[in-house]
T-cell receptor, first 114, second 112 residues
């Protein structure tokens, strides 16, 4: 999840475990949410998205859950692998002047131990 | 890889100098967005260009400016550099202004 401070929230898991990364968003009018994965030295990589009229969306090994009542988003990664180690960002999207402007959270660092 | 490229990969400047960063969008993409990512933070939106016109701007001062060219590549210019401008600058391209953005690897700028 998100937190104040200089250090990213960190989630450490063992290879093969399931991981759950949480995100609290701020704008109840946001109509689109995206999870990005950022590996060291690289730009963010799109993982999965979900529209505000959905509660759940599944991809390959990933599931995103959206709870609009409490403005909470989660990313579940099944059978976590060492290659999943990265910083994960949620982004909320608000339509502004005809463009989608994503607002990113601070990110969560996922560390997968072999 | 996304097909979005950025140059240079790293850059060192001193306070007060000016810098130009470049981005080549993925083939077929007509929209480029620029972000600043400070260490340990998420990317912060600077501005977006759609078909060579600015199409949205974040909370950044006017010394941050940009251009988009007919081939949809883009430049980010920062004047009067400050120490706090040290960050990773990310470019993202998309098929349109409201479509999913794909990020390049970034340019790491250090201002001394």
């Amino acid at each position: 999840g998100e937190s104040v401070g200089l250090h990213l929230p960190t989630l450490s898991v063992q290879e093969g475990d399931n991981s759950i990364i949480n995100c609290a968003y701020s704008n109840s009018a946001s109509d689109y949410f995206i999870w990005y994965k950022q590996e060291s030295g690289k730009g963010p990589q799109f993982i999965i998205d979900i529209r505000s009229n959905m509660d759940k969306r599944q991809g390959q090994r990933v599931t995103v859950l959206l709870n609009k009542t409490v403005k909470h988003l989660s990313l579940q990664i099944a059978a976590t692998q060492p290659g999943d180690s990265a910083v994960y960002f949620c982004a909320e999207i608000s339509l502004s002047g005809g463009s989608y402007i994503p607002t990113f959270g601070r990110g969560t660092s996922l560390i997968v131990h072999p | 890889e996304t097909g979005v490229t950025q140059s240079p990969t790293h850059l060192i400047k001193t306070r007060g100098q000016q810098v130009t960063l470049r981005c080549s969008s993925q083939s077929g993409h007509n929209t480029v967005s620029w972000y600043q990512q400070a260490l340990g933070q998420g990317p912060q939106f600077i501005f977006q260009y759609y078909r060579e016109e600015e199409n949205g701007r974040g909370n950044f001062p006017p010394r941050f400016s940009g251009l988009q060219f007919p081939n949809y590549s883009s430049e980010l210019n920062v004047n009067a550099l400050e120490l706090d401008d040290s960050a990773l600058y990310l470019c993202a391209s998309s098929w349109g202004a409201a479509e999913t953005q794909y990020f390049g690897p970034g340019t790491r700028l250090l201002v001394l």
